[in-house]
């Protein structure tokens, strides 16, 4: 979806979204990822990013997912475990995976993903698609282009496949943005169901 915030509040956002130096980012460089994570308890951020973190986890926004999703009893995360900001530098990439399915602290079933980008003047040859790729891992169903303003809102399960796997072609300093929502609840269908994993990352038609 395009536009669902207002360019105003995401600007605001944007003008205090931290840079790679400018305070302590988890980094991750492997051949399944490269990119920078942020980890609340050794991170600081403006008072601008918490209020819009935390009314993507307020009533709200969880009666609209439902509304939007038909998934019912939604749940935030408070700790922002693996989400929250979310940036990549040139040359970075995140190979096409399956998330987590359960929340390492509460215990509860991660259901929906819903990723907000924040890079204006973005162009289709900077890459940084976000890939969505069918449950057999035959085909890619669905490039997104990263662009300000564009919010991207998918269930998760073992099957649904993503990632952006090829590396970030931006000019130097230019660096891919999001702000990463994961929403749970307690229980999922029996047919989702699997035991509790990390990301599963995986490769064109190999499956698991």
Same mark, same amino acid.
């Given at each position: 979806m395009d536009g669902l915030f207002e360019d105003a509040i995401l600007e605001a956002v944007l003008?205090?979204?931290? *840079?790679?130096e400018e305070?302590? #980012?988890? =980094?991750? /460089? $492997?051949?399944?990822?490269?990119? @920078?994570?942020?980890?609340?308890?050794?991170?600081?951020?403006?008072?601008?990013?918490?209020?819009?973190?935390?009314?993507?986890? &307020?009533?709200?926004? @969880? @009666?609209?997912?439902? &509304? +939007?999703?038909?998934i019912e009893g939604l749940i935030p995360d408070p700790y922002f475990g693996g989400g929250g900001l979310h940036q990549?530098?040139?040359?970075?990439?995140?190979?096409? %995976?399956? /998330?987590? $399915?359960? %929340?390492?602290?509460?215990?509860?079933? =991660?259901?929906?993903?819903? +990723?907000?980008?924040?890079?204006? /003047?973005?162009?289709?040859?900077?890459?940084?698609?976000?890939? +969505? #790729?069918d449950s057999s891992m035959k085909e890619c169903r669905k490039k997104i282009l990263p662009l300000f303003n564009r919010t991207v809102i998918? *269930?998760?399960? /073992?099957?649904?496949?993503?990632?952006?796997?090829?590396p970030l072609n931006s000019p130097p300093g230019m660096t891919r943005k999001s702000v990463s929502l994961y929403y749970y609840t307690a229980g999922r269908?029996?047919?989702e169901r699997s035991p509790a994993h990390d990301t599963i990352f995986v490769t064109p038609d190999s499956g698991r």
């Open positions: 003008r205090d979204f931290p *840079s790679p305070t302590k #980012w988890v =980094r991750f /460089d $492997n051949a399944q990822e490269k990119k @920078l994570g942020f980890f609340y308890a050794t991170s600081t951020i403006t008072e601008t990013v918490r209020r819009f973190l935390d009314a993507m986890n &307020s009533f709200e926004m @969880l @009666l609209f997912l439902e &509304s +939007l999703t038909g990549i530098e040139p040359g970075g990439y995140l190979k096409i %995976h399956a /998330d987590f $399915n359960v %929340h390492p602290k509460l215990k509860l079933d =991660r259901r929906l993903n819903m +990723l907000i980008y924040m890079n204006k /003047d973005w162009r289709e040859e900077y890459g940084g698609h976000l890939e +969505l #790729w998918f *269930s998760t399960s /073992d099957r649904s496949f993503h990632g952006h796997p090829h269908p029996e047919e």
